[in-house]
């Protein structure tokens, strides 16, 4: 069973920069394809950005592309997600997911979660 801990989110300001790691423990990551979530208040979770297991393959959700890139070091079992020119509605509480198969887009189909790291981008 793997865990996972996010950390790296903080307050900055539109047009910044952030980035987001997610460590893993307790299980083999390299067979995980990872995901980024996001939920901002009121708002159900939605999907960011998935990478494979091998780091070779990602999706990215289209309010999010050219502006996030997602990656993985599976020699040190984390995720990344650098954040650029961040505007307001980029807020929300960040989390990390694994999952079996790679492609996946609904949290539903994810069974790992971190905890979430907190992003919020002021005006």
């Known amino acids: 069973q793997v865990q996972l801990v996010e950390s790296g989110g903080g307050l900055v300001q539109a047009g910044g920069s952030l980035r987001l790691s997610c460590a893993a423990s307790?299980?083999?990551?390299?067979?995980?394809?990872m995901a980024w979530f996001r939920q901002a208040p009121g708002k159900e979770r939605e999907f960011v950005a998935t990478?494979?297991?091998?780091?070779?393959?990602?999706l990215y959700a289209d309010s999010v592309k050219g502006r996030f890139t997602i990656s993985r070091d599976n020699a040190k079992n984390t995720l990344y997600l650098q954040m650029n020119s961040l505007q307001p509605e980029d807020t929300a509480v960040y989390y990390c997911?694994?999952?079996?198969?790679?492609?996946?887009?609904?949290?539903?189909?994810?069974?790992?979660w971190g905890q979430g790291t907190q992003v919020t981008v002021s005006s």
């Open positions: 997911a694994a999952a079996r198969l790679y492609g996946l887009r609904s949290s539903s189909q994810y069974g790992h």
């Open positions: 307790g299980g083999t990551f390299s067979i995980y394809a």
């Open positions: 990478i494979s297991g091998g780091g070779r393959r990602t």
